[in-house]
């Protein structure tokens, strides 16, 4: 898994001047969001993702309804929506369960993780680093993260059906459907250079660790050296819940989790309608 950056944010140019656009300063609660890919026409367009028009709507910031903090869309320190559109706000019901560990250095605001949070509220839990669970002494756990002996995600039921136990008793039947055989996956959600040292803590390295499939990100904060594969958070949960629908439920993925990406695709468009994607650092060939 590959997360989101917190990098300088970009140029532009046009005709022969140059200028320089730092997205930090545009809106920051509401530039959340992903980097690049070269699908940056439509990339939506295959998704079934619940109309967010609505949300262009919205006239200047509001209250929480628990922290009474003054919020755009949805809280960050919360992780719910604003009471105005709470009512419409798409929820999303996970296939397990997800811990995301956020680095302290970590802006809420800007985290793509409190995504995950708003809109799956019953399946997601977002902890700041150094609190966090003690997975060590927990079975069924995954680390989606790519280490170098990490399972791909294609592999992934055979390997843990083998690795886990069964009741011989069980009907065989039963056996061989497949199902999820992981309680939880756990997401960390910080800068590239932040993961190594969460990586290492002595409560998380000792889990089993999946490696997704290489996708392309459309993140649109730049990432300096760092190749298009690199997702934000949200992004990286998306694509591990519709990997595991396909490879581990062996199931026809039928847009059950494409409503993740709610906020994510908002949040694109919006910058795609104020800046031309052709001038935004992230965008160019790195």
Same mark, same amino acid.
């Given at each position: 898994?590959? !997360?989101?950056?917190?990098?300088?944010l970009?140029? &532009? &140019?046009?005709?022969?001047?140059?200028k320089?656009?730092?997205?930090?300063?545009?809106?920051?609660?509401?530039?959340?969001?992903?980097?690049?890919?070269?699908?940056?026409?439509?990339?939506?367009?295959?998704?079934?993702?619940?109309?967010?028009?609505?949300?262009?709507?919205?006239?200047?910031? &509001?209250?929480? $309804?628990?922290?009474?903090?003054?919020?755009?869309?949805?809280?960050? !320190?919360?992780?719910?929506?604003?009471?105005?559109?709470?009512?419409k706000?798409?929820?999303?019901?996970?296939?397990?369960?997800?811990?995301?560990?956020?680095?302290?250095?970590?802006?809420?605001?800007? &985290?793509? +993780?409190?995504? +995950?949070?708003?809109? +799956?509220?019953?399946?997601?839990?977002?902890?700041?680093?150094?609190?966090?669970?003690?997975? $060590?002494?927990?079975?069924?756990?995954?680390?989606?993260?790519?280490?170098?002996?990490?399972?791909?995600?294609?592999?992934l039921?055979?390997?843990?059906?083998?690795?886990t136990k069964?009741?011989?008793?069980?009907? /065989?039947?039963?056996?061989?459907?497949?199902?999820?055989?992981?309680?939880?996956?756990?997401f960390?959600?910080?800068?590239?250079?932040?993961?190594?040292?969460?990586y290492?803590?002595?409560?998380?390295?000792?889990l089993?660790?999946?490696?997704?499939?290489?996708?392309?990100?459309?993140?649109?904060?730049? /990432?300096r050296?760092?190749?298009?594969?690199?997702?934000?958070?949200?992004?990286?949960i998306?694509?591990?819940?519709?990997?595991?629908?396909?490879?581990?439920?062996?199931?026809?993925?039928?847009?059950?989790?494409?409503?993740?990406?709610?906020?994510?695709?908002?949040?694109? /468009?919006?910058?795609?309608?104020?800046?031309?994607?052709?001038?935004?650092r992230?965008?160019?060939?790195?």
């Amino acid at each position: 898994m590959l !997360t989101d950056t917190k990098d300088t944010l970009g140029d &532009s &140019s046009a005709g022969n001047k140059a200028k320089t656009v730092d997205l930090r300063k545009v809106n920051s609660d509401e530039i959340k969001l992903m980097k690049p890919s070269k699908n940056l026409e439509n990339p939506f367009l295959n998704l079934k993702i619940s109309d967010s028009s609505f949300l262009n709507n919205l006239d200047g910031r &509001s209250a929480c $309804s628990l922290c009474g903090k003054s919020r755009k869309y949805f809280c960050y !320190t919360c992780y719910i929506p604003l009471p105005s559109i709470a009512d419409k706000i798409p929820k999303v019901k996970l296939p397990c369960k997800i811990d995301i560990i956020k680095h302290p250095k970590e802006i809420d605001g800007k &985290s793509t +993780a409190i995504h +995950a949070a708003v809109l +799956a509220p019953d399946d997601v839990a977002i902890y700041t680093y150094p609190n966090l669970p003690d997975y $060590s002494s927990q079975d069924n756990i995954l680390l989606v993260f790519p280490d170098k002996d990490a399972i791909h995600i294609e592999d992934l039921w055979s390997h843990l059906e083998t690795h886990t136990k069964r009741n011989p008793e069980e009907p /065989q039947m039963k056996r061989n459907k497949p199902h999820i055989p992981f309680s939880r996956a756990v997401f960390i959600d910080c800068t590239w250079n932040q993961t190594r040292k969460l990586y290492h803590d002595e409560r998380i390295k000792g889990l089993r660790c999946v490696e997704l499939t290489k996708r392309e990100t459309l993140f649109w904060r730049y /990432q300096r050296g760092k190749p298009h594969t690199y997702l934000a958070t949200i992004e990286a949960i998306y694509y591990f819940l519709v990997d595991v629908h396909i490879n581990v439920l062996k199931a026809d993925y039928a847009s059950e989790y494409d409503d993740l990406l709610f906020f994510f695709k908002f949040m694109f /468009q919006k910058i795609h309608s104020l800046y031309d994607k052709h001038t935004l650092r992230a965008y160019k060939t790195l």
